[in-house]
């Protein structure tokens, strides 16, 4: 009898509450009939945790049916990571059985949020996620943080992973030795947000698969040990107008932001604390988001600091570079336990809150919140991030507007998913916590 044939496979995903991507496999050869239809999918799977339990209770139960229909142009598809069959991730939309759009998609609510900045205010956001992760479970040889050989004692990892990823179309822009112990980054280009989200994910699971295939398992969690470096995800964002020109810098104004990004920058800054439930939300976010961590614990904007929340990133004349295109603000409090499209959309949200508010910029802090006193703090606006998931939850329920932004059954999904988390480590140690979430991310 001769060996059965093995047919091409693409998936088609999409990324829950829990950051977890998940979906269903059919013949890539159909991959195009079904892109108005799309495979079953249901509501309840908006529950699933971390753990693949469902949180209860939840709005949805054992009741209802959506689909998740794939987008096209979502397509990652690389042969580069050493599996036996082609990785093939295609990303899909959860809809109603109509072809609607279902009110619990987070890639859905991040498209709606980004096409009303557009519609109100003739804005394109563009939006880059730097991603760390670190080798576990493997003691690689030493290497010095951030050296050439940290890099090279991981070889073939580093140039396929930026091969796989060309492939896939995420237009890798850089992949480093980090700080932290048998620690990585990989950049990418920046895009609108729906597809940056869309690379968020690609690029996870390539570095996941390709790892995998090289011996490492490569852990996003924010931080695989206490007393260890965290693994941030950093959001760049920009503003252009429709007709493709930057309009986030003003290099006249004192903290050289324009009128329109710093309302936008104003009110991610005010909702803050109750946007870091969406962009760190599990229990060891809070670990990693400490002072003197480079990751973020107060709500401030600065120029450059990498302790600031939201960090002015340089710009360079070198070899002819414009500042104008370069001009970005990165949103630090993010890691990769957060589902990227919500946390995307949390931060166009309170951009829009923002701009509809007519908020005028946030002032520069003058230096680190940590040496600033509770007058000047109060003056400035800067307060400290929520300690735990825990406050994350309480800074959300006490924030009317975040809460408004999502419907009431999606809400209580995602408190739910949150609130099983905090069951789950209750009684656990740090050091315990840092262990499961690591095997997780
Ligand atoms: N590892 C740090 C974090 O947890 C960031 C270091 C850096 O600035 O790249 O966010
Ligand atoms: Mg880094």
């Known amino acids: ?41 249901l509501p309840a799977n908006l529950a699933l945790t971390p753990f693949d339990s469902i949180a209860s209770p939840n709005p949805w139960g054992s009741f209802g049916d959506l689909r998740l229909a794939p987008d096209l142009s979502a397509r990652f598809r690389t042969t580069a990571t050493g599996a036996s069959s082609p990785f093939d991730l295609v990303v899909g939309d959860v809809v109603e059985l109509d072809g609607a759009p279902w009110r619990g998609c987070p890639r859905g609510l991040l498209r709606t949020a980004a096409d009303e900045l557009a519609e ?39 140039p396929t992973l930026f091969a796989a990823l060309a492939e896939a179309g995420v237009e890798p822009e850089v992949v480093l ?46 931080k695989v040990a206490v007393d260890g470096v965290g693994n941030g995800v950093h959001i760049h964002l920009s503003l252009w107008d429709k007709a493709g020109r930057p309009v986030t810098r003003d290099a006249a104004a004192a903290n050289g932001l324009s009128a329109a990004a710093g309302a936008f920058f104003s009110g991610v800054l005010r909702h803050m604390p109750a946007l870091v439930a969406f962009t760190a939300p599990s229990p060891p976010s809070y670990l990693r988001l400490r ?44 890691d990769a336990t957060a589902n990227p499209y919500l946390a995307a959309w949390a931060l166009v949200r309170a951009g829009l809150a923002g701009l509809d508010a007519g908020l005028a910029p946030p002032p520069i802090a003058p230096r680190h919140p940590d040496g600033l006193s509770a007058a000047e703090r109060t003056a400035l606006g800067v307060v400290r991030l929520p300690e735990s998931l825990e406050d994350a939850l309480a800074a959300l329920d006490a924030d009317p507007i975040v809460r408004g932004w999502l ?16 069951a789950r480590v209750a009684g656990l140690s740090p050091a315990q916590v840092c262990d499961l979430y690591q095997g997780l991310y």
């Open 1 to 41: 009898m001769s060996a059965p044939q093995s047919v091409s496979l693409s998936t088609i995903v999409t990324t829950d509450f829990a950051a977890i991507t998940r979906g269903r496999a059919i013949a890539a050869d159909r991959l195009e009939a079904a892109a108005g239809s799309g495979v079953g999918w």
């Open 120 to 158: 109100r205010h003739g804005l394109i956001l563009r939006m880059s996620f730097e991603q760390e992760f670190q080798a576990v479970d493997v003691d690689l040889p030493p290497a010095h943080a951030l050296s050439f050989g940290a890099l090279r004692r991981v070889d073939p990892f580093g």
């Open 177 to 222: 030795p980090e700080f932290g112990r048998q620690q990585f980054e990989v950049t990418c280009a920046p895009a609108e947000p729906v597809r940056a989200a869309d690379r968020a994910v690609a690029i996870r699971e390539i570095v996941r698969e390709l790892g995998r295939n090289c011996g490492l398992r490569a852990s996003f969690a924010p």
């Open 291 to 334: 002072p003197q961590s480079w990751s973020a614990a107060y709500t401030w904007l600065a120029d450059r600091d990498r302790e600031a929340a939201l960090r002015v990133c340089p710009t360079w004349t070198a070899g002819g570079g414009d500042p104008d295109r370069q001009f970005n603000v990165e949103y630090r409090a993010a």
């Open 407 to 422: 419907a009431g059954d999606v809400l209580e999904t995602y408190v739910g998913v949150r609130r099983a988390e905090l």
